[in-house]
């Protein structure tokens, strides 16, 4: 259903067996822990803390250490968060627990502790070195995304770009950074189907480099199909009719 990176390791949220197993850099399993039958998206902490969200079920994000014993578990108030089954995904901001809002806005719900926190909202995803939140549209008929980069520190928009992608464009399906702040932007389409990614430069977002990947051509439903680790290597799920092969990609 969903995946993330923690250092070379990779956690996979098996929904099917209602666990989360941990494979090493080779593809060695390393271990599994618990996780319920409706949990659908994954976020791991720098400090090894993994939060587990549950959105149709519990209405909670779990908080879990590395080896899968309970630190806490941060409810999903309508008030900060609106209709809990329209969350698109779980996100730790340092030691802040944010869950978001249809494609839109992340709301703060607490700490990797388990401890409450007051409201806050960040207007886009944040990077992984802290600097910028990035927001994507796409407008399909034309296949360009626009993207906003505001800058954290300064509290303003650094940049707004339009990236041109292969038609016809589906959706967004990547848009995630790496240490140096590299911005992974992939959007589904073309002929034939693929996930279109460019690698954005993070001062301007002009593009440093593309490159093109499968997708799945199953019906089975994920939550998260990409993520980037913080050297910039992509890493892609693809689900076929004997399970489902984890791949990796970097940009030229």
Do not use: W
């Not at 050297?231 to 076929?240: E, H, M, Q, W």
């Amino acid at each position: 259903m969903s995946f993330a990176r923690a250092g070379d390791d990779l956690l996979v949220l098996d929904q099917v067996n209602a666990r989360v197993a941990r494979y090493d850099a080779k593809g060695n399993l390393r271990g599994t822990f618990d996780a319920t039958e409706t949990t659908q998206d994954i976020a791991v902490a720098k400090d090894g803390t993994v939060a587990l969200l549950d959105r149709l079920v519990d209405k909670t994000v779990r908080l879990v250490d590395k080896d899968g014993r309970a630190i806490g578990t941060l409810p999903l108030p309508e008030d900060r968060v609106g209709d809990p089954g329209l969350v698109t995904g779980v996100f730790v901001d340092g030691k802040d627990v944010y869950v978001e809002k249809e494609h839109g806005a992340l709301a703060r719900i607490g700490s990797v502790d388990g401890s409450p926190a007051e409201p806050a909202l960040l207007t886009g995803r944040p990077s992984k070195d802290g600097a910028l939140l990035l927001m994507a549209t796409l407008s399909p008929p034309e296949a360009v995304v626009t993207l906003n980069a505001f800058d954290r520190k300064l509290g303003s928009l650094r940049f707004a770009r339009a990236i041109q992608f292969p038609r016809p464009a589906r959706q967004v399906t990547l848009l995630d950074t790496d240490m140096r702040g590299t911005i992974y932007l992939g959007v589904l389409g073309g002929s034939p189907q693929m996930v279109q990614i460019a690698c954005l430069d993070p001062g301007d977002g002009h593009a440093i480099g593309r490159v093109a990947v499968p997708t799945s051509d199953t019906p089975e439903e994920s939550f998260r199909d990409f993520s980037v680790g913080d050297d910039g290597t992509i890493v892609l799920a693809l689900r076929t009719e004997d399970g489902v092969e984890y791949r990796s990609a970097r940009c030229p």
